[in-house]
């Protein structure tokens, strides 16, 4: 096994599940994962934390478990998050080339660190600055601009933000199980780096992932991210509509989705019943496979009436030659493929690992891993992540030098439904 010195632990913090992977990159330069542990969790509501102490305690059953497998400490932990409410927001701010019109290294980490000061909204907070270009004299560079000739240089970042309840939420929960706090990665870019290949995303590419509290999607496109968006539902919406149609206990109503789902009625089979139990000395329900399909497919049509107001915001619908990826535990209902190119006009595929991790646990390529593989891959490779440049509005400088200018949210947050304090059981 690889010496530990550069061991890296993340975590994917879901409305069902808490998925803890810790690893590195080895001497021959491939990610290694040294241990998996997966944890139902609870406290956690389309994403977002609202009990402090559940949450702690199933984080905290997670790192424990992981510990045995790695026989050492962990200290710090990264982490995957998804609220409904994360932005990204367009920012660029400029300067004077400083020295005699070379761009220093000085100039690049001054724009930068201007970019991580920005307030723009009382209660939120950065937690990403992603550089997307640099533009000098009006010449769009590479992103590393150091060594350039020019009068005033222009940086172009968007900022991943998240409301500041959610990480004081966060803190106090790491306080208590007592792992520090590290870096928070929005979902939808940790699962993209587990999913799609550099080539998907140059042709032009969404991973939509419907997990059980909220479904999250990126757009790619000529290798660059264009948008992201946070709906707030998913498959614990479908279960509680069944729950509803079907008047039964919330697990009665999941394990219908889970073994006998489909997302389509036109494709189920009417002949076909379920038997549904019921409490005291009623008659047992029965309801069709058609009929638990239609129940579905209302819901699931919604969602994907969400996801394409999305595609249409991110201005490249027509240019997505590599179709959409789907993971996420609610992607597993069949028929949902055909559902998606229905509703969307496109291609459409079941995710697999776009990278090969080595690992000695038979588990690792599940699906429910991947966000979490993601963001492991993201941290021992340090990659940035390219986004589409937006170029200056060429607007005047205040007087240190800089222009900062907060452009529109490119990242849609829906709620279209009212929150309510039940603790579904999830796929």
């Known amino acids: 096994m690889a010496a530990k010195s550069n061991l890296s632990v993340v975590i994917d913090i879901g409305t069902s599940k808490i998925i803890a992977i810790a690893g590195l990159k080895n001497e021959h330069g491939k990610v290694e994962v040294l241990g998996v542990s997966r944890i139902i969790s609870k406290g956690i509501k389309r994403g977002v934390i609202f009990n402090i102490d559940e949450a702690a305690k199933c984080i905290k059953q997670a790192l424990t478990k992981l510990e045995s497998q790695l026989e050492e400490e962990i200290v710090q932990v990264n982490i995957a998050f998804s609220g409904q409410y994360m932005k990204t927001i367009d920012f660029h701010n400029s300067k004077n080339i400083s020295d005699k019109g070379l761009v220093s290294e000085f100039d690049v980490d001054q724009l930068y660190n201007e970019a991580k000061k920005v307030e723009f909204e009382q209660d939120y907070k950065i937690i990403q600055v992603i550089p997307t270009s640099f533009v000098i004299d009006s010449e769009t560079t590479v992103l590393n601009p150091a060594g350039a000739t020019g009068n005033q240089i222009v940086a172009n970042y968007k900022l ?133 399909a239609f129940i579905i497919q209302a819901r699931m049509e919604e969602i994907m009436d969400s996801v394409n107001s999305e595609i249409e915001k991110s201005g490249v619908a027509d240019q997505l030659g590599a179709g959409i990826v789907l993971t996420g ?96 059981a999830m796929n």
């Open 160 to 292: 991943v933000v998240i409301p500041k309840i959610y990480v004081t939420n966060l803190q106090l929960v790491f306080d208590k199980v007592g792992v520090q706090l590290g870096e928070i990665t929005l979902s939808s870019l940790a699962v993209s780096e587990a999913v799609i290949s550099e080539d998907e995303k140059e042709m032009g590419a969404i991973v939509l992932d419907v997990g059980a509290g909220t479904t999250n999607l990126a757009i790619f496109h000529d290798n660059m991210l264009i948008h992201t968006a946070v709906i707030p539902f998913g498959g614990s919406v479908v279960t509680k509509d069944i729950k509803q149609g079907c008047s039964i206990l919330l697990k009665w109503a999941e394990q219908l989705k889970v073994k006998y789902g489909q997302a389509l009625g036109d494709f189920a089979d009417d002949q076909k019943m379920v038997t549904i139990p019921v409490h005291s000395n009623l008659e047992a329900k029965e309801i069709s496979f058609r009929s638990l």
């Open 329 to 424: 535990g609610t992607s597993n209902l069949s028929n949902f493929i055909q559902l998606v190119k229905f509703r969307t006009g496109m291609d459409a595929r079941i995710a697999n690992l776009a990278f090969n991790p080595k690992c000695d646990k038979n588990e690792l390529n599940d699906m429910a891993n991947y966000t979490a593989l993601g963001l492991l891959n993201l941290e021992v490779n340090k990659s940035a992540i390219p986004i589409k440049e937006t170029r200056s509005t060429g607007k005047r400088r205040d007087n240190l030098g800089f222009m900062p200018l907060v452009g529109k949210v490119v990242q849609g947050a829906l709620s279209f439904f009212d929150d309510d304090n039940e603790d579904l």
